[in-house]
């Protein structure tokens, strides 16, 4: 019997930002290895003209909980939704739900983030520090809370090179932070802002670290862990392999490589890819929860679930084995054929945006000018190398994380629980994880079938014969227009022309010579 899903067993758990991507994937565990958990409160906020329940019904029949429909069939009434909007103060939750919440959480997992890069300090700050601030106060006034766990992430202190399992001081306190938020207009957060975060390379990074040390100060009355995983992937086995349901981190940029958008990036090959994958955070976050539970450690134990210091994989291993995938399984109506190629230099970076990003761009704009159609290349190929632009930080360096605790919580569990919540990264086959990753991302993110993979690979064929003509006719333009200027292009042209003629004749004459 596995100890965890017993712990989980009738109990009551509060989840934040359940409907987010790590939200739902740990839903989804939890249910299927607990189904006689008690409830599932989730703070959810109307989005999108749906309501709280038309978000969790589309949750609930997604291809992710097919297997969770099996074993719970209950499961819709397991799932208590409320309605919540963590920027607002007391989070506009109901005294009614308030109060349910307060005399009924066992456990709590704070997932609700933003993760954008830019977004602006005080959002970042509103909903990473503050938001947490809140709920911890929250979670003081729980009287049957027996966890609280917080998801940061492995970047909270990507200042440093090598980071330990431990929280680091910030510069300035959250406290002050949270309160100029308060008073000072959005354009003086603007000017202060670089200032603030310093060798952070965002807001997010910067107000996630904001938010364990608040974590740290405010849950002195709360037994708490922290989960900090680096970039977060595709599933690798649970429910089933590849399943992704947003462009966050790799994601967007395979699917950008794949169509032939993104043909070149910078990045250093040899730099360490710290992917984990979400199943493998949602098992370690499991059993954080009842390790945090049960043997009540003394102080906040961190946990990094990092995948760099037990079973490397660097950028250049990643790039080859996405594109050997593509090349199996080609996503359909590419712009161009899809390339991987890492440029280390800020010359060849800007020749490939220049030659290989944006003239394709304006030249298929001109052409769908010239056929009467919208032109929407450019725009989209701005968009996506400023978005790669803010992805460059994290490929470009590497970190060491220790996993001393990650390690001492995988030894302490049972044979059983190794199993059903495993882990241990080392066991990761990297080129059939990505593999699988592309085709996930091919199958959910993209809804491809696969009955369309002959055509698309007859699109690659006729791209690439495309390419080929292309070529050809810009290299006799440009050919034309140089000889036509320059009278050393003409002295070179004729050379090559009579030194071919006289090479065929020898040719010829030898050839007749032998008969
Ligand atoms: C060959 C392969 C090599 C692979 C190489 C992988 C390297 C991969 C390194 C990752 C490193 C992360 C390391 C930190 C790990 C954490 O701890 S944080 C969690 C991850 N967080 C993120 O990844 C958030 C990143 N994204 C952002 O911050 C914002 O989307 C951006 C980049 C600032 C763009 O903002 P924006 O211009 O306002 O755009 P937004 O409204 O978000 O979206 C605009 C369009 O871009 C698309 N888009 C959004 N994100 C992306 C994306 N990542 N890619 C492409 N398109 C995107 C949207 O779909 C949208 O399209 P439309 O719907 O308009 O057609
Ligand atoms: N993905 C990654 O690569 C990594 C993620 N992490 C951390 O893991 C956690 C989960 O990340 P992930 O699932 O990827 O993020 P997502 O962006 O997919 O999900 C964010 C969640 O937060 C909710 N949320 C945002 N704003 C509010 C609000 N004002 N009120 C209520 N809910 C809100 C979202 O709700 P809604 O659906 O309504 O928008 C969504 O459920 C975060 O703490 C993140 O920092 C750490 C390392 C890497």
Redesign the pocket.
């Known amino acids: 019997m596995s100890m965890i899903s017993a712990f989980y067993g009738g109990k009551s758990i509060l989840i934040?930002?359940?409907?987010?991507?790590?939200?739902k994937v740990l839903m989804e565990k939890l249910f299927r290895t607990s189904p006689d958990l008690k409830i599932i409160y989730i703070?959810?906020?109307p989005?999108a003209g749906q309501t709280l329940q038309q978000?969790v019904f589309q949750i609930l029949n997604s291809k992710l909980f097919e297997k969770v429909k099996e074993i719970c069939p209950n499961v819709h009434e397991k799932i208590r939704p409320i309605s919540?909007?963590?920027?607002q103060h007391d989070?506009s939750i109901t005294k009614e739900d308030m109060e349910e919440l307060l005399s009924s959480t066992n456990i709590i997992f704070?997932?609700?983030?933003?993760?954008r890069f830019d977004d602006h300090l005080r959002h970042a700050v509103q909903?990473?520090v503050t938001?947490t601030q809140h709920l911890l106060l929250m979670a003081s006034q729980m009287s049957k809370l027996e966890a609280f766990i917080h998801?940061?992430?492995?970047?909270s202190n990507c200042n440093l090179k090598h980071i330990d399992e431990v929280i680091y001081p910030c510069s300035v306190e959250p406290k002050k932070i949270i309160e100029s938020m308060e008073w000072l207009d959005d354009a003086i957060i603007d000017e202060i802002t670089p200032k603030l975060i310093r060798d952070w390379p965002n807001t997010?990074t910067y107000t996630?670290a904001l938010g364990e040390t608040v974590v740290q100060q405010e849950g002195a009355n709360v037994n708490i862990a922290i989960i900090?995983?680096?970039?977060?992937g595709a599933t690798w086995r649970e429910p089933f392999p590849g399943w992704v349901d947003?462009l966050?981190?790799p994601s967007g940029l395979i699917i950008a490589a794949g169509k032939g958008f993104l043909r070149a990036i910078r990045a250093t090959p040899m730099a360490v890819a710290d992917l984990i994958p979400a199943d493998t955070v949602v098992n370690l976050t499991l059993a954080a929860g009842w390790y945090t539970a049960v043997h009540r450690p003394k102080s906040t134990l961190i946990y990094h679930c990092t995948s760099g210091n037990l079973n490397p994989c660097n950028w250049l291993k990643m790039g080859l084995q996405v594109l050997a995938t593509f090349e199996k399984v080609p996503f359909e109506k590419a712009f161009r054929r899809p390339n991987a190629d890492f440029t280390t230099t800020n010359f060849t970076t800007h020749y490939w945006n220049a030659v290989s990003h944006r003239a394709p761009a304006v030249i298929y704009d001109c052409y769908l000018r010239l056929t009467g159609r919208e032109p929407r290349v450019t725009k989209l190929m701005n968009r996506l190398l400023r978005t790669v632009s803010m992805l460059e930080y994290f490929i470009n360096r590497s970190w060491e994380w220790s996993t001393h605790n990650t390690e001492m919580l995988m030894s302490v569990l049972s044979p059983e629980d190794q199993r059903i919540f495993n882990f241990d990264v080392r066991q990761l086959n990297w080129l059939e994880y990505i593999e699988n990753y592309v085709l996930g991302v091919k199958k959910y993110l993209l809804k491809e079938d696969m009955a369309g993979v002959p055509e698309a690979r007859q699109h690659l064929k006729r791209l690439r014969n495309i390419h080929y003509l292309f070529n050809i006719a810009l290299f006799l333009i440009i050919w034309r227009l140089l000889t036509a200027r320059w009278q050393m292009a003409r002295n070179i042209w004729f050379f090559i022309v009579s030194f071919c003629y006289k090479f065929l004749s020898y040719f010829r004459a030898s050839s007749t010579l032998k008969f």
């Open positions: 934040t930002g359940a409907t987010g991507f790590l939200g703070l959810v906020r989005k978000r919540a909007d963590l920027n989070f704070h997932c609700a983030a933003t993760v909903l990473n938001a998801l940061s992430t492995a970047f997010y996630k900090r995983p680096s970039i977060v947003n966050n981190g």
